[in-house]
């Protein structure tokens, strides 16, 4: 019937009436349900029973995806904004990867998208029941909850900051895209996920000069609370989000493809802060932003969902390098023939 109690979801990929590679890990930070519909009677008595529910399918609070199998059911399907979505699943692999049988049912998961509760699909009402006492997503684990991140101060001293500044006003920042796996490649896209530009250090003296710096400054700060030894830093850029456009990153995680599955720990080094808005969040861990101090890093998991959320006022700088270790580098080596430097043409 799916998952058992406190079992993670799959991190899975999946086809959505709107978006056939929907990545369904970035959906945490909210209840989530899913239903599996193996035929058309069941997917009918699902679909009444979500109806009962009305505005408590938000969207922002609670989700819901149905999963279908029918081929008549699939081509019919379309999502229904703001909470419920549905997964289209020809070949059972979603059905089989959530651990239903072919008899379908509930699946019930909290923000961190571990199971909280699971039954058949006509006998739910115990677990109707517990949605309906469900506590607001940031207090669902009955104890305060803070993401597990690495605030360091006193990494690049005032100087250094506006160093890298005026790197970025002569150079020009161009606009930045995500990474995407497409046909088994790591391909890079510009959308509307992400509003940043970024500018490149490319002078091999200030690139040392940074090093330095996040050498003596930073890493043995990760070695004495994450008990992780730093030989590798991949890229030196100055990243800008700015008021104008309301930059912004939408939730994402940064070592999900393969050409970036070795990155371990990412790090935002403020280089200003005369700004708004523009601080970092962890939807898995509550509301609560994070904003290090001028010259300060953040340094969190690769692996952790996070956002950057809108530049209100001014223009926030960051320097956003990603750390990894040696065998994080023999990885990297190995992937590099997935990793596509140029994005796909535009479809005509």
């Known amino acids: 019937m799916g998952l058992s109690f406190g079992e993670a979801a799959p991190w899975v990929t999946c086809a959505t009436p709107s978006n056939p590679r929907y990545v369904f890990s970035a959906v945490a930070g909210r209840y989530v349900?899913?239903?599996?519909?193996?035929?058309?009677?069941?997917?009918?008595?699902?679909?009444?029973?979500?109806?009962?529910?009305?505005?408590?399918?938000?969207?922002?609070?609670?989700?819901?995806?149905?999963?279908?199998?029918?081929?008549?059911?699939?081509?019919?399907?379309?999502?229904?904004?703001?909470?419920?979505?549905?997964?289209?699943d020809a070949d059972g692999e979603m059905t089989r990867r959530f651990q239903f049988d072919e008899a379908g049912g509930w699946l019930l998961l909290d923000p961190t998208l571990r199971a909280l509760a699971s039954a058949p699909v006509d006998d739910a009402d115990a677990l109707f029941g517990v949605i309906e006492t469900l506590p607001?997503?940031?207090?669902?684990?009955?104890?305060?909850?803070?993401?597990?991140?690495?605030?360091?101060?006193?990494?690049?001293?005032?100087?250094?900051?506006?160093?890298?500044?005026?790197?970025?006003?002569?150079?020009?920042?161009?606009p930045s895209g995500v990474m995407r796996e497409v046909d088994g490649r790591t391909v890079p896209m510009l959308d509307n996920y992400k509003?940043?530009?970024d500018a490149f250090v490319t002078d091999p003296a200030f690139q040392?000069?940074?090093?330095?710096?996040?050498?003596?400054?930073?890493?043995?700060?990760?070695?004495?609370?994450?008990?992780?030894?730093?030989?590798?830093?991949?890229?030196?850029?100055?990243?800008?989000?700015?008021?104008?456009?309301?930059g912004y990153?939408?939730?994402?995680?940064?070592?999900?493809?393969?050409?970036?599955?070795?990155?371990?720990?990412?790090?935002?080094?403020?280089?200003?802060?005369?700004?708004?808005?523009g601080d970092l969040r962890f939807p898995e861990y509550g509301p609560r932003t994070y904003r290090p101090p001028l010259g300060g890093a953040v340094v969190f998991s690769c692996s952790m969902l996070h956002e950057a959320t809108p530049v209100t006022r001014g223009r926030r700088y960051a320097f956003l390098p990603f750390l990894y270790?040696?065998?994080?580098?023999?990885?990297?080596?190995?992937?590099?023939?997935?990793?596509?430097?140029?994005?796909?043409?535009?479809?005509?």
């Open 33 to 88: 349900m899913l239903a599996a519909a193996p035929d058309a009677e069941s997917q009918g008595r699902i679909m009444a029973r979500l109806r009962a529910l009305g505005p408590r399918i938000d969207g922002w609070t609670f989700l819901v995806f149905v999963i279908l199998r029918e081929p008549e059911a699939i081509a019919a399907a379309r999502d229904e904004p703001p909470g419920l979505r549905f997964i289209l």
């Open 136 to 174: 607001r997503p940031e207090d669902h684990a009955g104890a305060p909850v803070h993401a597990p991140i690495l605030i360091a101060p006193r990494i690049f001293e005032p100087e250094i900051c506006r160093q890298l500044i005026a790197h970025y006003e002569t150079t020009g920042g161009a």
């Open 195 to 197: 509003r940043r530009s």
């Open 208 to 246: 040392r000069q940074l090093r330095v710096r996040i050498a003596r400054r930073l890493l043995p700060e990760i070695e004495r609370v994450l008990q992780f030894q730093v030989t590798r830093l991949e890229r030196y850029i100055v990243a800008c989000y700015d008021g104008e456009t309301g």
């Open 249 to 277: 990153f939408l939730p994402h995680r940064d070592n999900t493809t393969k050409a970036t599955s070795h990155r371990k720990f990412a790090v935002s080094i403020n280089l200003n802060d005369d700004f708004e808005g």
């Open 325 to 348: 270790d040696d065998e994080g580098a023999r990885i990297r080596e190995e992937n590099l023939q997935f990793l596509d430097t140029q994005p796909p043409p535009a479809k005509a």
